[in-house]
């Protein structure tokens, strides 16, 4: 198909029914920032190093759009994959791909280019679905506007942004898109840098804007970013980011429900939003709250059972650091946790658990307590 399409039904694609098509960038490396591989390194760093956290993170979201992705009425057609890591060539196997594929980097050539192929794949039906994915670097000038960096930002001081994309540019051109559902998932910071605040450009325009859309649907687009604006977003090294992380359990069931009453568990925007939310303030204060800027839809049917967060403390909750935590389902332990000051957070299937508060020869618990998405909180009283 191309050097950038990593997966593709070829059979929906030709149909022209509506489909699901995803791109997924993660940028590792950065060739001309400090660390990089290509010289001379640019003056317009604005402090900012090397990242392994993107190329796992984009390893991650494939993955689950290769093994969990299902929308019967808009069937993952194609998924377009670039990334850039320090080890140079970027390796990416699944089973559902005939060989191993070494993806193209994240250079903005090659995002341009791809960008403007998933849009075109788009354009094939008012009734596609299409998903974007970034991880990488971004900044910002203040609370408003974000540019994406690419592999090769800064390779012409001169011209540093050359290789950064305006992501509110391409967003709006994004309009001009048949598909009439969109969603973006940016795990990116949106710190304001001196990279971006002591120039007037934001990065390049992908698709131009217009401003009608010349299309009889209505645009719905979803675009959940990884922290406030203004806010550092965090990695992990070497792993899948927190927001990576948050988002593959919300996608998984925590961002679900089955409101319909037919018993079907589906992703909705909103109650993504909420999933995702909810799992990166389990990590603590040093990981900022993310964002979202959206219109309902649903896009994701689970084939299983939802999972869901359960939130288990003492009341009151200076018992914490004394109890001992235990989760049982049909007189089965499931998992336990030691005394500690913080809650006890357990991601578990939807279903029913009984929870247990021990200290010393004191027992308390919770039984048959209904454990659903998003999250359910579960006092003990001690």
């Not at 993660?26 to 956290?53: A, I, N």
């Not at 969109?182 to 698709?207: L, P």
């Not at 899948?240 to 925007?269: C, Q």
Request: glycine fraction near 8%; charged fraction near 25%.
């Amino acid at each position: 198909m191309s050097d950038f399409v990593i997966y593709t039904d070829q059979s929906r694609l030709n149909s022209q029914l509506p489909a699901t098509h995803a791109i997924v960038i993660g940028v590792g490396e950065y060739f001309y920032l400090p660390g990089g591989s290509r010289e001379p390194k640019t003056e317009f760093h604005g402090g900012l190093r090397q990242l392994s956290s993107p190329p796992e993170s984009a390893k991650a979201i494939t993955d689950w759009l290769l093994d969990e992705f299902h929308n019967p009425d808009k069937p993952l057609a194609t998924v377009s994959l670039l990334v850039s890591e320090k080890s140079g060539e970027y390796v990416y196997s699944h089973p559902k791909l005939r060989k191993a594929v070494t993806t193209r980097p994240a250079t903005f050539e090659n995002v341009k280019n791809a960008v403007r192929q998933w849009k075109n794949f788009g354009d094939r039906s008012e009734k596609n679905l299409i998903l974007f994915f970034f991880c990488g670097h971004g900044v910002a000038k203040g609370l408003s506007g974000m540019t994406l960096l690419l592999s090769d930002y800064g390779e012409s001081d001169d011209m540093p942004m050359e290789g950064a994309i305006d992501f509110e540019a391409l967003h709006r051109g994004m309009a001009q898109c048949g598909a009439s559902e969109q969603c973006y998932f940016i795990d990116a910071c949106r710190m304001v840098s001196t990279i971006a605040t002591e120039t007037t450009t934001s990065g390049q325009t992908i698709i131009q804007d217009n401003q009608n859309r010349s299309f009889d649907s209505d645009w719905k687009t979803a675009t959940f970013y990884s922290t406030l604006a203004g806010e550092a977003a965090y990695g992990r090294k070497g792993k899948p980011s927190f927001y990576t992380e948050a988002l593959i359990n919300g996608l998984r069931g925590m961002g679900s429900n089955n409101r319909n009453g037919d018993g079907v568990w589906r992703i909705s925007t909103n109650d993504l939003s909420v999933a995702i939310h909810q799992g990166l303030a389990t990590q603590g204060e040093k990981v900022k709250i993310p964002t979202s800027h959206l219109v309902y839809f649903e896009f994701h049917e689970l084939r299983n059972d939802p999972l869901a967060l359960a939130i288990v403390y003492c009341d009151p909750k200076d018992n914490n650091s004394r109890a001992t935590f235990y989760c049982r389902q049909n007189q089965n332990e499931v998992n336990q946790r030691s005394p500690a000051e913080k809650s006890w957070e357990i991601i578990v299937p939807y279903g029913r658990y009984d929870f247990i508060a021990e200290i010393g020869n004191q027992r308390k618990q919770k039984v048959e307590e209904l454990i659903m998405p998003p999250y359910r909180e579960i006092k003990i009283e001690v």
